[in-house]
């Protein structure tokens, strides 16, 4: 294997175009403190997955894929070359996942208000109870209303 950068396009610093990033974001259970896996597909044709969106003491941060060594230590599988690739990367998958948390937390929301709703049972109850009592304020037919005329 050859160290050579055979068609490799060099880079300016400051002057790279920002590639076209699609996130792909899953929310887990959080588990320690792992709270999603991100998928990154770069510019249309290389997907990055298995990206883990972790809290730290410091906020959320991005972890690479990883793999481990025989010593047991782990090294990312790839990596920004960049730190303006990095940073672009990093915001593109955290704007992600703050999408992704707040879409779960309103279909809860809209959950919990649907659940919160009456049943058409108990509408029909509600209903029929409202029309007995209209019922029965209401005078009786008019022969029995005559009757207690004629009684009188």
């Known amino acids: 294997m050859s160290d050579t950068n055979a068609g490799a396009v060099p880079e300016t610093a400051g002057t790279a175009e920002p590639l076209k990033l699609d996130v792909t974001v899953r929310p887990i259970t959080p588990k320690n403190n792992l709270l999603a896996f991100a998928s990154v597909k770069i510019a249309d044709c290389f997907v990055v997955d298995n990206i883990k969106i972790v809290a730290g003491d410091k906020g959320l941060f991005v972890n690479m894929p990883s793999a481990q060594d025989g010593k047991g230590k782990f090294h990312d599988v790839c990596f920004p070359v960049t730190a303006d690739f990095r940073q672009q990367l990093q915001n593109a998958v955290l704007d992600g996942y703050t999408a992704a948390?707040?879409?779960?937390?309103n279909i809860g929301a809209a959950?919990?208000?649907?659940?919160?709703?009456?049943?058409?049972?108990?509408?029909l109850r509600e209903?029929?109870?409202?029309?007995?009592?209209r019922a029965a304020a209401m005078p009786k037919t008019p022969e029995a209303a005559k009757g207690k005329e004629n009684a009188l």
């Open 127 to 133: 209903g029929a109870k409202a029309s007995a009592e």
């Open 101 to 105: 948390v707040e879409k779960v937390q």
């Open 111 to 123: 959950q919990r208000e649907f659940t919160e709703k009456p049943s058409i049972k108990d509408k």
